[in-house]
């Protein structure tokens, strides 16, 4: 056992399964004595987990170790020592030239070592610095410690599935995160069940394809993804489940299924479009036409008539037109999305689409953009209002923004925020929607909730 406690803090970029990795990179650092602080000047070892999916995430990287500098400074100034890890998408794309860049910096670790981080770190204890960016061969999974619980929580992520061999010609997740690779089911499951024994109530598996899901099932068969999520719904605990992110071309008939069949597969589903004009659908590599696109919304719409749609759009991918970008639009008013990300094209060093012809200007990028987002959010208004004047259970996660109040999450994934005890977090209650906010819904506590026992101890 370590002699004293360590202070770790962790700056996390980028999507939720560098949040999961961040997680899992805290847990496996606890044997050598480390805990996580929020404030990043009582840190012995600072990690930043990066995103490069565009320019303006990995530039972050550079203004944060900025001010990591700085705070090493002031450290070393009282006598105390401060690590410095770089790890996630930026760590993979850049690795050497981070340390050449970047003098305070000791590790810089890949999304595929990071079970090797407690290794490097003992190394840098000792002055070498290294950088790791292989994907090795075995799996950082396995070699990771079991997933430990010590938080109190509802709801949590679990990677089921890492990687893409998609190559989207925009997007550079091919390369930080190597080839398609699908975790096997047994130890899915038993995450899951433990993370269900510490009180978890809601699970969102997570994959950069998620719905390419192909893992070794419990039988022995290939299970997809829908056979997966079918075996943890047997879960007693686990009220409600959720997967993100899907591409158009994987929704296989049974995982659309699904969403009519399984009342634990929560009416919500992610999935990008990223652009409504097919000559560009096509110059992106995403495999689908606009009109396919489409006809699958109808599909699932028919499966679930009250699901949630959340999507990515792209606007200003090279060659893009007016015309081009009206289509992305039409798409977008069409469909009606709940939910959406849109950004500017970003070229990204090594992708196909930065050595295009044709890349659109900056301040064209930013008008469309503009125009594209007032109509994406005058949509999930219009979905957010609707839901006024319904009943909905409602998962609460955590404590709200005033007092006596309490924060959950709809099926449709909004915020809502009602009156109501502390001890109701980890529940799922019915809630009366009184009205929609810009972000969130609030509403009344119908009596009728759901008794359960309390959340266990952390486990
Ligand atoms: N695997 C997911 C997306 C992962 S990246 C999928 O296939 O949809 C998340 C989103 O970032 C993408 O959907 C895309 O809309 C956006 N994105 C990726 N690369 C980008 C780039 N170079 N410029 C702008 N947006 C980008
Ligand atoms: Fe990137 Fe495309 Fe793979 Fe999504 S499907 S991660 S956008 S290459
Ligand atoms: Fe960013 Fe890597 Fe995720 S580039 S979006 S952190 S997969």
Request: with cysteine; charged share 25%.
């Amino acid at each position: 056992m370590p002699q004293s406690r360590r202070k770790l803090h962790i700056k996390t970029f980028g999507c939720q399964m560098n949040a999961y990795d961040s997680e899992r990179m805290a847990e496996a650092l606890a044997p050598a004595g480390y805990e996580t602080t929020e404030a990043m000047d009582g840190a012995d070892l600072v990690i930043l987990n990066t995103c490069h999916i565009r320019e303006k995430a990995a530039e972050k990287v550079y203004s944060q170790l900025g001010r990591v500098r700085k705070n090493k400074q002031a450290r070393t100034a009282q006598g105390r020592d401060t690590m410095v890890v770089v790890a996630g998408c930026v760590a993979q794309a850049e690795g050497e030239e981070i340390i050449a860049r970047a003098p305070v910096v000791d590790i810089v670790v890949g999304p595929q070592s990071l079970h090797r981080l407690s290794d490097l770190v003992a190394k840098a204890e000792s002055g070498e610095r290294s950088v790791e960016t292989e994907f090795p061969a075995d799996d950082k999974f396995t070699a990771l410690p079991k997933r430990a619980t010590g938080k109190r929580q509802a709801s949590a992520f679990v990677t089921v599935q890492e990687g893409c061999d998609k190559f989207c010609t925009f997007c550079v997740v091919p390369y930080t995160r190597g080839a398609e690779y699908s975790r096997p089911a047994h130890a899915i499951v038993a995450e899951v069940e433990r993370l269900a024994g510490a009180g978890v109530r809601e699970v969102t598996l997570l994959g950069q394809n998620v719905n390419a899901y192909h893992g070794d099932g419990e039988d022995g068969a290939t299970w997809p993804l829908a056979r997966l999520l079918r075996r943890l719904a047997e879960i007693p605990d686990i009220a409600r489940m959720r997967f993100t992110t899907s591409h158009p071309r994987d929704m296989d008939d049974d995982l659309i299924g699904l969403f009519g069949d399984e009342a634990k597969l929560m009416p919500y589903l992610h999935l990008p479009y990223q652009a409504g004009s097919d000559h560009i659908l096509a110059a992106m590599n995403r495999k689908h036409t606009a009109e396919e696109y489409e006809r699958l919304v109808e599909r699932i719409r028919t499966a679930r008539p009250d699901i949630a749609l959340s999507t990515d759009i792209i606007v200003g991918f090279p060659g893009e037109t007016d015309a081009d970008f009206q289509a992305t639009l039409d798409v977008a008013k069409r469909v009606g999305f709940a939910q959406a990300y849109s950004f500017k094209y970003s070229a990204r060093p090594g992708t196909p689409g930065a050595a295009l012809d044709g890349q659109v200007p900056e301040a064209l990028k930013k008008e469309r953009l503009a125009i594209l987002q007032a109509q994406l959010d005058e949509s999930r208004r219009s979905f957010d209002h609707a839901t006024v004047g319904r009943r909905i259970p409602v998962l609460f996660e955590g404590k709200g923004r005033k007092p006596n109040q309490i924060a959950g999450r709809s099926p449709y994934l909004q915020a809502v925020y009602v009156e109501g005890p502390e001890t109701l977090i980890g529940y799922i209650a019915e809630v009366d929607i009184s009205a929609a906010g810009p972000n969130s819904l609030t509403g009344v506590m119908n009596a009728g909730f759901e008794w359960r026992e309390p959340i266990q101890a952390a486990v």
